[in-house]
Nanobody
């Protein structure tokens, strides 16, 4: 049974920082590409950042220079460090794991940034 459990969301003022974590189980974590997506009210879900099994990272233009994705294969956990938060970052953030044709999602964690 695959589980992706996100944590670390919450309410933060603009300019602040949050760190999201996603603990995975039931997958071969080290061989999986891990990602963070977000969905704001009334908008489509979008990629925030992902990291390949080899550690190559990819970021949405809107978060480059502010967010950092990382992974700890020993803990089967992926992180998203979010700095210089903006109100536009307000969304539900979802953890994603994919390998071959298998794609899995977490339940999501709310991030709210006040101005």
């Amino acid at each position: 049974q695959v589980q992706l459990v996100e944590s670390g969301g919450g309410l933060m003022q603009a300019g602040g920082s949050l760190r999201l974590s996603c603990a995975a189980s039931g997958i071969t974590f080290s061989a999986s590409t891990m990602g963070w997506y977000r969905q704001a009210p009334g908008k489509q879900r979008e990629l925030v950042a992902d990291i390949s099994s080899g550690g190559r990272t990819n970021y949405a233009d809107s978060v480059k220079g502010r967010f950092t994705i990382s992974r700890d294969n020993a803990k089967d956990t992926v992180y998203l460090q979010m700095n210089s938060l903006k109100p536009d970052d307000t969304a539900v953030y979802y953890c994603n794991a994919r390998r071959w044709y298998n794609i899995y999602w977490g339940q999501g964690t709310q991030v709210t940034v006040s101005s």
